[in-house]
């Protein structure tokens, strides 16, 4: 038996307030698949305070420089492998 999971991920940035709904209800949904949920903000452009306002259930982090793809998808493989790891006891 193997212990893979499931990450989910999603790149992000509302462009009003109110559309953190969007990004909520992404969450919601993918939390109801996996334990392992992530969303790379592109913070120079977010209008809706994804950072500013965690989401239960969600490591939500930003992502500079943003770019196209690359950098906000690679930031979402990084987080997912590093969750992966077992935590060192201090």
């Given amino acids: 038996m193997n212990n893979l999971k499931i990450a989910v991920g999603t790149r992000y940035w509302g462009k009003a307030p ?3 709904g ?3 209800n992404f969450i919601s949904q993918a939390t109801q698949i996996s334990g392992l949920v992530f969303a790379a ?8 305070q994804a950072i500013e306002n965690p989401i239960a259930g969600a490591d939500i982090f930003p992502v500079t420089p943003w770019q196209k793809f690359v950098p906000a998808l690679n930031a979402i493989v990084f987080r997912a492998v590093q969750d992966r790891k077992p935590h060192s006891r201090s």
Avoid: G, R
């Fill in 18 to 20: 109110e559309e953190i």
């Fill in 22 to 24: 969007v990004l909520k």
């Fill in 41 to 48: 903000i592109n913070v120079a452009e977010d209008k809706s």
